[in-house]
């Protein structure tokens, strides 16, 4: 029933034998296999390590290492590879097994995909560094950019765009993801969202546009 549920569960799960050199691992369950997307022959008798490919300058290594020697539990977020080359983010808790004896036994690895739990951190950064920006931006023109180019890029939206009030119109000033030709250089009052988030002073989200 152990195995099975190990075997089952939806995170990755790997045993290692310290005894052996250079700790390989010697149990993977399936949540593993599904995770890396590799095979259980792949990776049986290898060290963990494997999945960092060649990205071994990652401080949460070292952090890892020590723990290891000093036979303490520990949990780290690692740059990992699938076996296609994928990046993903894995959240690695690696904690020391004893025998009846008190002994070191084996060394047992939980790993959980956060990768876009680590997505919209970065974004949240790229976020808050932009709002710095636009602090400091004097000209409108340059607001407008800056706001848009943090729209596009950071939210991965398809189109971005800026409109200023000019009395009854919105002007477009800044449109990206776009043909210029696919969307008005000027709204007249009343038409388009747009005016309804103006005139009220509040967010106004649509799931879908075409409404």
Known sequence: LKERAMDEANVGITISDPY????PIVYVNQGFVNQTASRREAALGRNRRFLQDDDRDQPALNTLREA?????????DLRNYRWNGELFWNRLSVTPVYDEAGTLANYIGIQQD???EKLREQRLRALHETTRELLQ????DDAATVAADALFEELDVDL???YLRDGDELVQNTVLGAVPEQVPERIERGRTPLWEAI???NTVVYDEFTD
């Open 137 to 140: 931006t004097e000209a409108v």
């Open 199 to 201: 005139e009220s002073g």
């Open 20 to 23: 052996t050199p250079d700790n």
């Open 68 to 76: 290891v020697i000093d036979e303490e539990p520990v949990t780290v």
């Open 114 to 116: 956060v990768t876009e």
């Open 160 to 162: 971005a765009g800026i």
